[in-house]
């Protein structure tokens, strides 16, 4: 496929994020947007943040119960 130039205009704080990420991904910046603009166009992250509700709404009991415990246990040490 051929490649295309694209120009945008971002912070130079995001533009430090972006660069730092594409870095530990081990990609070019170019590289790392057409990534993030194709996995948001295919619904890819949609999906991903649905699963990742879904999953914390049906196990949201276990992370009480284990926030709950580790206050008691550290309700504990303090007295």
Known sequence: MAKTQLGARVDSEIK???????RDRGLSLGDY???????????LRQRG????ERFLTEHQ???????DSDRRTLGAHAA
Not at 49 to 52: F, G, K, M, N, R
């Open 33 to 43: 947007i057409a990534i993030l603009v194709h996995e948001d166009t295919e619904g």
């Open 16 to 22: 430090q994020l972006a660069e730092a990420r594409a």
């Open 49 to 52: 943040l649905v699963a990742a």
């Open 61 to 67: 009991d276990v992370f009480d119960e284990a926030e």
